[in-house]
């Protein structure tokens, strides 16, 4: 996988809701990086929590994990632009 592009944090919300790192200090190469990583969130918190639980389950086997890694691969993927 190549590295990310993206604008490293930490991120703040600003007072008006958006991120203020983000619109105050990218530049315009990170903008598009920016784009896929804000865009891939809902699937990387919903991934995050899958994963807690696949871990927190003791009867969860290995057929589980390799699911979970295969799908935790797509998404970084996806929010790195690949």
């Given at each position: 996988?190549?590295?990310?592009?993206?604008?490293?944090?930490?991120?703040?919300?600003?007072?008006?809701?958006?991120?203020?790192?983000?619109?105050?200090?990218s530049?315009?190469?990170?903008?598009?990086?920016?784009?896929?990583?804000?865009?891939?969130?809902?699937?990387?918190?919903?991934?995050?929590?899958?994963?807690?639980?696949?871990?927190?389950?003791?009867?969860?086997?290995?057929?589980?994990?390799?699911?979970?890694?295969?799908?935790?691969i797509?998404?970084?993927k996806?929010?790195?632009?690949?």
């Amino acid at each position: 996988m190549k590295t990310p592009n993206f604008t490293k944090g930490p991120w703040r919300v600003s007072p008006y809701g958006m991120c203020a790192y983000y619109i105050e200090k990218s530049k315009e190469h990170e903008q598009t990086a920016n784009t896929h990583l804000i865009a891939s969130a809902p699937e990387m918190f919903e991934a995050l929590e899958s994963c807690l639980a696949l871990l927190q389950d003791p009867n969860a086997d290995e057929f589980s994990a390799n699911n979970m890694e295969a799908k935790l691969i797509e998404i970084i993927k996806k929010a790195r632009g690949e």
